[in-house]
């Protein structure tokens, strides 16, 4: 069945510093994928998204993730986070409907002044 | 673009209590999403609408949820009658077209609290 998996509930990360989420999937095609933002109290927002040619995609807020189908892996990174970050974020995939998506269970980003 | 519209932002309820939460879209939208978030189940789609059909609602929990779309402006999600498990985030979500090609658009939630 298929599943996305984000290994990490939480990460904590200094003002500054990179970052990297972690999302591995399992899907038998070509996978439609998806990195969501969830900021307090608010609904989810769109990251970037992951259809096909370049593996790696950039997205809102200077984030960018690589698609890796050796590893069937979808990692979300940014070169230097902002207190703004904090939040949690979803890595989705999508199934071979057009409207059903595969929610992974969140990484909660925490940031140190 | 006001987004979509959610109301109440919070409810609080007694179980045995009938609750209604209400979505309005983003005007042109013609897919509407009704999702559950909880610690322990993660986001859940409850119900998917296309152009005001319900298409697929093998999401919602049991006959004590309801859901209407009597509109393309307009979306219920009624709980009747309410229990404790019951109590999440609830959001409704909306897009034009495939999720695919175009990103879903959030609510910013219902908090529901059923004592």
């Known amino acids: 069945a298929q599943s996305v998996t984000q290994p990490d509930i939480h990460i904590t990360v200094s003002e500054g510093a990179s970052l990297e989420l972690r999302c591995n999937y399992s899907y038998g095609a070509t996978p439609y994928l998806f990195w969501y933002v969830q900021s307090p109290g608010q609904g989810l927002q769109l990251l970037l998204k992951?259809?096909?040619?370049d593996t790696l995609v950039q997205g809102i807020k200077g984030f960018e993730a690589e698609f890796k189908r050796s590893q069937s892996s979808f990692n979300l990174r940014k070169p230097s986070v902002h207190w703004s970050d904090a939040a949690e974020y979803f890595c989705?995939?999508?199934?071979?409907?057009?409207?059903?998506?595969?929610w992974g269970a969140g990484t909660k980003l925490i940031i140190k002044p | 673009d006001a987004g979509v519209i959610q109301s109440p932002r919070h409810e609080v309820t007694e179980m045995g209590q009938e609750v209604t939460l209400r979505c309005k879209p983003i005007?042109?939208?013609?897919?509407l999403f009704w999702y559950r978030q909880t610690m322990m189940r993660g986001l859940e789609l409850l119900i998917y609408?296309?152009?005001?059909?319900?298409?697929?609602d093998s999401g919602m929990p049991e006959d004590r949820f309801s859901a209407k779309m009597p509109n393309a402006s307009f979306s219920t999600l009624k709980i009747q009658p309410s229990e404790p498990r019951d109590s999440a985030v609830y959001f409704c979500?909306?897009?034009?077209?495939?999720?695919?090609?175009?990103?879903?658009?959030f609510g910013n939630g219902t908090r529901l609290t059923v004592t």
């Open positions: 989705a995939v999508g199934m071979d409907s057009n409207y059903q998506l595969i």
């Open positions: 005007s042109g939208h013609n897919s």
């Open positions: 992951y259809f096909s040619g």
């Open positions: 609408f296309n152009n005001n059909v319900p298409i697929d």
């Open positions: 979500a909306s897009t034009l077209g495939q999720v695919y090609n175009s990103p879903l658009h």
